[in-house]
């Protein structure tokens, strides 16, 4: 009998036939090519803030994209108030630049609108850049007729903007400017259009990431609403002020109250999340509030108000919520993972080890081979950077599983456990996993979420660009 020559003579063709078969989508399909596993993420209904309106358009910023939508518009019907923490790299992106500087300019009092585009970062690209960003929102400033000189408060631009994509290469700017008169005229408040602005703003996601939801504030029994897109699947690590997150809401806010509100539920949330450990020129969350649901002569909220701390709670809530689901499209990840630090003396060095542990490649590697080496959880607690607070005697570690069943340890106060590998096998299955660290008998704790590294994430990031 002939033997059967091998598939592939070399690892090379063997690399080449499997680039070949591997098929990727980098901006998020809007109906049926979700993967099946992430539809449950996507709302089919939901329940929006008064006043505003969103689109969806399709421009082609990308030449390979040929009908997804890639430019996004979220729209106030009346000016409102605004604020926006942004990226900590050094290398700022242009519409980074151009709206930190709009926002500074009026004081976060009477923006209009938030474009995006996905497609191109437009990142590092110089003085033309921000000409390019500027544009953006000039044109869209004429859509709402805000540009002319009837309206000139002599305060600049209404328009918020970011872009998201590729770094080092300049808008097709032509083509955006050409639609975005379109996107102006598609404006709607139904789920479809939230979902196509949700859509447009992706770029590697799997799924568009949207949430709304109706509260309440203790002083009256009015209902206000609060809805929020963001994208992100890789290039996100914790230093927010390639994400983006639109948060709007229809409730009174005073334009002081924003920032801080704003602050405290990031850090509680986008500033707690880890993909890969890399921190993009683009990153960018907002929070728009314009009062439309407000009964006449309602008091705005403000830090003085007896609503401030429920609706601090409210939004921090819903943006953590909102900021999962970027880990859940993780690129190429398969698992959803909670770190929890307790007992650490100082929140500062729980949020450290935390941080450390989310964005170490061996322990995102061993989850992704389902292989319980706490060692390498224990390595990472052991070298974050700045704790003094670690002691190996008072350490402790164990895997939590999501069922409500009871934690398995794998270590105790620095000495090991005899591994149930059988048990460990069976929570590290499961999509859902927490990794629990106590680092002794101190007060103040920090939650983390991240995934794990498969092999598709190389794949992806290998030829992002190309």
Same mark, same amino acid.
């Given at each position: 009998m002939a033997l059967r020559?091998?598939?592939?003579? +070399? #690892?090379?063709? #063997?690399?080449?036939?499997?680039? !070949?078969?591997?098929?990727?989508?980098?901006?998020?399909?809007?109906?049926?090519?979700?993967?099946?596993?992430?539809?449950?993420?996507?709302?089919?209904?939901?329940?929006?803030?008064?006043?505003?309106?969103?689109?969806?358009? @399709?421009?082609g910023v990308k030449a390979a994209n040929t009908s997804t939508p890639d430019l996004a518009l979220i729209a106030s019907e009346t000016p409102c108030a605004g604020a926006a923490v942004f990226t900590k790299n050094k290398f700022q992106a242009a519409p980074v630049v151009v709206s930190r500087e709009t926002l500074l300019r009026r004081k976060g009092d009477d923006i209009r609108a938030i474009v995006v585009n996905s497609g191109c970062a437009n990142a590092v690209?110089?003085?033309?850049?921000?000409?390019?960003?500027?544009?953006?929102?000039?044109?869209? &400033?004429?859509?709402?007729?805000?540009?002319?000189?009837?309206?000139?408060?002599?305060?600049?631009?209404?328009?918020?903007?970011?872009?998201?994509?590729?770094?080092?290469?300049?808008?097709?700017?032509?083509?955006?400017?050409?639609?975005?008169?379109?996107?102006?005229?598609?404006?709607?408040?139904?789920?479809?259009?939230?979902?196509?602005?949700?859509?447009?703003?992706?770029?590697? &996601?799997?799924?568009?990431?949207?949430?709304?939801?109706? #509260?309440?504030?203790?002083?009256?029994?009015?209902?206000?609403?609060?809805?929020?897109?963001?994208?992100?699947?890789g290039m996100i690590h914790p230093n927010m002020a390639t994400?983006?997150?639109?948060?709007?809401?229809? %409730?009174?806010?005073?334009?002081?109250?924003?920032?801080p509100l704003l602050s405290h539920a990031v850090d509680k949330s986008f500033n707690a999340i880890s993909i890969d450990g890399d921190t993009s020129t683009n990153d960018t969350v907002c929070l728009l509030a314009n009062g439309a649901s407000a009964p006449p002569n309602t008091p705005l909220v403000s830090s003085s108000s007896p609503d401030y701390t429920a609706f601090q709670e409210t939004l921090t809530t819903f943006a953590q919520d909102l900021a999962q689901l970027v880990v859940r499209d993780g690129e190429g !990840?398969?698992?959803?993972?909670?770190?929890?630090?307790?007992?650490?003396?100082? !929140?500062?060095?729980?949020?450290?080890?935390?941080?450390?542990? %989310?964005?170490?490649?061996?322990?995102?590697?061993?989850? @992704?081979?389902? &292989?319980?080496?706490?060692?390498?959880?224990?390595?990472? +607690?052991?070298?974050?950077?700045?704790?003094?607070?670690?002691?190996?005697?008072?350490?402790?570690?164990?895997?939590?599983?999501?069922?409500?069943?009871?934690e398995l340890k794998l270590l105790v106060n620095g000495e090991p456990e005899k591994v149930d590998e059988v048990r460990a096998a069976e929570i590290l299955e499961s999509e859902d996993l927490e990794i629990l660290v106590r680092l002794g008998d101190g007060k103040e704790e920090a939650v983390y979420w991240?995934?794990? #590294?498969?092999?598709?994430y190389v794949t992806i990031n290998g030829d992002y660009r190309t």
């Open positions: 020559p091998p598939p592939y003579r +070399t #690892f090379t063709q #063997f690399l080449q036939k499997s680039h !070949a078969q591997q098929y990727r989508q980098y901006s998020a399909p809007v109906s049926s090519s979700i993967p099946p596993a992430k539809r449950k993420y996507v709302p089919t209904s939901g329940t929006y803030p008064k006043g505003f309106l969103t689109s969806g358009t @399709y421009v690209t110089g003085r033309g850049g921000i000409v390019d960003a500027e544009a953006m929102g000039a044109e869209v &400033d004429r859509c709402f007729d805000v540009s002319g000189p009837k309206n000139d408060d002599k305060l600049g631009g209404r328009t918020l903007v970011m872009s998201t994509g590729v770094i080092g290469q300049r808008l097709p700017l032509q083509k955006i400017l050409n639609k975005i008169p379109l996107a102006c005229s598609s404006l709607s408040n139904t789920h479809t259009s939230w979902l196509r602005a949700a859509s447009a703003i992706c770029t590697t &996601d799997t799924f568009p990431k949207l949430l709304s939801r109706a #509260f309440t504030l203790p002083s009256s029994d009015t209902t206000y609403h609060l809805a929020g897109m963001t994208k992100g699947a994400l983006l997150g639109i948060l709007c809401t229809d %409730a009174p806010i005073a334009t002081s109250a924003l920032h !990840a398969t698992k959803f993972v909670t770190i929890r630090v307790t007992g650490s003396p100082s !929140a500062s060095d729980a949020k450290k080890v935390a941080s450390t542990i %989310a964005r170490s490649p061996l322990v995102k590697c061993a989850l @992704y081979g389902k &292989d319980a080496n706490w060692g390498r959880i224990l390595c990472a +607690t052991g070298y974050a950077e700045g704790v003094t607070s670690v002691v190996p005697e008072h350490t402790s570690v164990s895997f939590v599983p999501v069922d409500g069943s009871a991240t995934c794990d #590294f498969s092999h598709e």
